[in-house]
């Protein structure tokens, strides 16, 4: 499929050389992944998040090759237990989209492993792995030997989902999976998502943390998230009622009820849809 980059800065589709005609700004691919990413105090945030997710890594002790990850997210018996609860709502998102021939963008894509997931299932689907980490073991660079490993492939983007290098109504699908809690303005981020999605186009946020109405957020978040926080990353426990607002654009809501899936287990439970109307 021919994807329709867009300058991050002044969203102008670039040219075929990934150059944008109004502003001058240039897109590179390098060491097999594509850099579409502003240059100023926005990606200066990504960057120490980006080096927290690094530094985290290293101190779990997980900073290395893991032949885990081609296994992801249910080969092996430890994965099945840690993953139960991403895998059963993934099934689920498949179950209610034919992905194959869409135009898909996953957004906090880390390693890539969910595209390699979704692959076996849907292998024609067209997937473009979002992320500001391009680390080589718990970023996006793992994502090239994955490819290479099981043979398949999608666009690894290193980019910022507060600014998406893609055109106006040029995308079918976006989702998101345990991500959309790091996101720094997720009201930004799905405007964005509205933006590039083509009218009827659908948005899902899969496996999302949620915290009860009326708790206090930076203690909630200190309880769950208190190793990420000492990194810089950031973490948030959205309630229910906050993601739906920050979602409005698209009509955002949960459908765990509708596809049988239960909603508060642990700190990860909610499975979100939302829709671009097919009319202005």
């Avoid at 957004?107 to 792995?129: N, Q, R």
């Amino acid at each position: 499929m021919n994807i329709r980059y867009a300058c991050p800065n002044c969203r102008a589709r670039l040219d075929s050389g990934l150059r944008c005609p109004d502003c001058g700004f240039l897109g590179v691919w390098r060491d097999g992944l594509l850099f579409l990413h502003r240059n100023d105090a926005s990606w200066d945030r990504c960057i120490i998040e980006r080096n927290g997710w690094i530094s985290r890594t290293k101190e779990v002790g997980l900073y290395r090759e893991n032949d885990d990850h081609f296994f992801l997210p249910d080969q092996r018996p430890h994965l099945k237990q840690v993953y139960a609860e991403s895998k059963a709502h993934i099934d689920t998102f498949m179950r209610a989209e034919d992905l194959n021939g869409r135009l898909c963008v996953d957004l906090g894509a880390s390693i890539g492993w969910v595209e390699a997931y979704v692959l076996k299932t849907y292998p024609l689907a067209d997937l473009i792995a979002l992320e500001i980490n391009d680390d080589r073991f718990c970023g996006l660079g793992r994502s090239l030997v994955l490819k290479e490993q099981l043979g398949i492939e999608f666009t690894s983007l290193v980019a910022d989902m507060h600014h998406i290098p893609l055109c106006d109504e040029s995308v079918d699908i976006v989702f998101s999976v345990d991500a959309l809690h790091h996101f720094r303005d997720m009201g930004q981020v799905f405007n964005e998502v509205h933006r590039v999605l083509r009218p009827g186009g659908k948005f899902y946020g899969i496996n999302e943390p949620d915290r009860p109405s009326g708790t206090d957020e930076t203690a909630y978040v200190a309880t769950y998230a208190s190793m990420e926080l000492q990194h810089n990353i950031i973490e948030r426990r959205p309630t229910y009622a906050e993601y739906i607002k920050a979602g409005g654009v698209l009509d955002l809501h949960s459908i765990n009820a509708q596809m049988g899936l239960v909603q508060h287990v642990d700190t990860a439970s909610l499975l979100l849809k939302g829709e671009k109307a097919r009319h202005s």
